[in-house]
């Protein structure tokens, strides 16, 4: 069994109103920050899953995305995957989601 580190990232998909977002860009123009726009406010987690081989690990992920981490309606979300560190393995992995909405 290997070990994968899944850096997931979960944000409101454009056509959904970000307030939050909103907020912060209302916050650093009043702050004097020009030349700012658009900001999306979105979260990171990341996870550690053991699984047979990178394949099972990407599904697993992508699953745990779908099902648990983010609303598909109104969010989208890609994720990461690579061997952790203590299984020997070193460089960044290919396996790389991007859910489009």
Known sequence: ????????HVWLKPSVFDPQGNAVEQALQGL???GVENVRIGKSMNLQVQAEN????HSKVKDICEKVLCNLVIETYDFTLRP???SGE???SDANEKEQG
Request: hydrophobic share 30%; charged share 35%.
């Open 1 to 8: 069994m290997e070990r994968f580190d899944a850096e997931v």
């Open 32 to 34: 004097g920050h020009t």
């Open 54 to 57: 990178e394949d099972v690990a």
């Open 84 to 86: 952790t560190e203590q």
């Open 90 to 92: 070193t460089g960044q």
